[in-house]
């Protein structure tokens, strides 16, 4: 069953009820072992909680119950999510919350370029959930939050992970007036699977999203990223990563979908390693300049690192 909205006013959006897609009749088969991770129990897991926690943060790493925040916490990575922890819209396969969102914190900015100080992050990634209910969808808390971290924080690198902007005019501007040094928007899906799994997005949106901030500021690395087991077919793709190329994408993530809860959508397949290396090298082929495939890929994992590699490839197309 999917969430219905009742529309109360334009901006403003009241969710009848916020259940994900619940699909008994699909159970998940099991995780293979190339799936499973260990419980995160490191001093440096728990000294990142702590900064998080003492700043009234969010961060996805939790609210989306990532499969690598014991690797990533350890390290001092965590995925701030601004704007609170409701979305207005309840995608199968998301484990945030779907209801009616709290008034933005206008505090919130500041909170976080103080963690990102705290936590000495050189490159930090910043998302969101959907705010429809918001004239702009949240464009202008995503300028501050940049703005808040480039002047506390001058050197550190800043990704952005944003919704879809969706009949929002102007805002994707605001984002990217804002310099960003990469702009990663998931398409999350093959295009066939978008009514079951993202019905609240319009893929072709999304790529134009992402080929619009390449317009604007060629500067700007764009990132998106794809979940495969979810139904899709392999041809199907590979025409995503040429869409993506059509829209001058730099950076493309695929990892393996994983059910959060009974109520949302199962897996249909497990993806193999070997199939993931495959997925690799074909994008490699189709011109992006950085590629991460595998069972436990997910948008933030290592950004540091691979904004740094990033850097290099476009260094070495440019010579």
Same mark, same amino acid.
């Not at 979305?87 to 914190?105: M, S, Y």
């Not at 702009?136 to 002047?151: E, L, Q, S």
């Not at 990892?255 to 897996?267: E, I, M």
């Given at each position: 069953?999917?969430?219905?909205?009742?529309?109360?006013?334009?901006?403003?959006?009241?969710?009848?009820?916020?259940?994900?897609?619940?699909?008994?009749?699909?159970?998940?088969?099991?995780?293979?072992?190339?799936?499973?991770?260990?419980?995160?129990?490191?001093?440096?897991?728990?000294?990142?909680?702590?900064?998080?926690?003492?700043?009234?943060?969010?961060?996805?790493?939790?609210?989306?119950?990532?499969?690598?925040?014991?690797?990533?916490?350890?390290?001092?990575?965590?995925?701030?999510?601004?704007?609170?922890?409701?979305?207005?819209?309840?995608?199968?396969?998301?484990?945030?919350?779907?209801?009616?969102?709290?008034?933005?914190?206008?505090?919130?900015?500041?909170?976080?370029?103080?963690?990102?100080?705290?936590?000495?992050?050189?490159?930090?990634?910043?998302? @969101?959930? $959907?705010? +429809?209910? %918001?004239?702009? !969808?949240?464009?202008?808390?995503?300028?501050?939050?940049?703005? &808040?971290?480039?002047?506390?924080?001058?050197?550190?690198?800043?990704?952005?992970?944003?919704?879809?902007?969706?009949?929002?005019?102007?805002?994707?501007?605001?984002?990217?007036?804002?310099?960003?040094?990469?702009?990663?928007?998931?398409?999350?899906?093959?295009?066939?699977?978008?009514?079951?799994?993202?019905?609240?997005?319009?893929?072709?949106?999304?790529?134009?999203?992402?080929?619009?901030?390449?317009?604007?500021?060629?500067?700007?690395?764009?990132?998106?990223?794809?979940?495969?087991?979810?139904?899709?077919?392999?041809?199907?793709?590979?025409?995503?990563?040429?869409?993506?190329? @059509?829209? $001058?994408? +730099?950076? %493309?993530?695929? !990892?393996?979908?994983?059910?959060?809860?009974?109520?949302?959508? &199962?897996?249909?397949?497990?993806?193999?390693?070997?199939?993931?290396?495959?997925?690799?090298?074909?994008?490699?082929?189709?011109?992006?300049?950085?590629?991460?495939?595998?069972?436990?890929?997910?948008?933030?994992?290592?950004?540091?690192?691979?904004?740094?590699?990033?850097?290099?490839?476009?260094?070495?197309?440019?010579?």
């Amino acid at each position: 069953m999917v969430t219905l909205i009742d529309t109360v006013s334009p901006n403003q959006v009241r969710p009848r009820h916020p259940e994900k897609v619940n699909r008994p009749d699909a159970k998940s088969p099991a995780k293979p072992d190339w799936i499973r991770v260990r419980a995160p129990t490191s001093r440096g897991y728990a000294n990142t909680r702590n900064i998080v926690k003492e700043n009234g943060l969010v961060t996805v790493c939790e609210e989306a119950g990532c499969p690598n925040i014991g690797e990533c916490w350890d390290k001092k990575h965590a995925t701030f999510m601004i704007m609170g922890d409701t979305c207005t819209r309840a995608c199968a396969f998301c484990n945030v919350k779907t209801g009616l969102p709290n008034a933005l914190d206008a505090s919130e900015p500041e909170h976080v370029a103080l963690a990102v100080q705290k936590l000495g992050l050189h490159h930090v990634v910043i998302t @969101s959930v $959907d705010r +429809d209910d %918001l004239a702009d !969808g949240g464009a202008d808390h995503f300028a501050k939050t940049i703005r &808040a971290i480039r002047a506390s924080c001058p050197t550190t690198t800043i990704e952005i992970l944003t919704p879809d902007f969706l009949r929002k005019d102007g805002a994707l501007e605001q984002v990217v007036a804002a310099k960003p040094d990469v702009f990663n928007h998931n398409l999350e899906t093959v295009p066939s699977r978008y009514l079951t799994v993202r019905p609240g997005a319009r893929y072709f949106h999304s790529i134009r999203l992402l080929q619009r901030v390449k317009e604007m500021d060629p500067t700007i690395f764009t990132k998106s990223g794809i979940m495969v087991g979810l139904g899709e077919e392999r041809h199907e793709v590979l025409q995503v990563m040429d869409d993506l190329r @059509s829209a $001058d994408v +730099d950076f %493309l993530t695929i !990892g393996q979908y994983l059910q959060p809860s009974l109520k949302h959508h &199962a897996v249909m397949r497990y993806v193999t390693p070997d199939e993931f290396g495959g997925y690799e090298k074909v994008a490699y082929t189709k011109g992006f300049l950085m590629v991460s495939a595998s069972p436990l890929t997910r948008s933030s994992h290592h950004a540091g690192e691979d904004f740094a590699k990033l850097q290099a490839a476009r260094a070495a197309a440019n010579r």
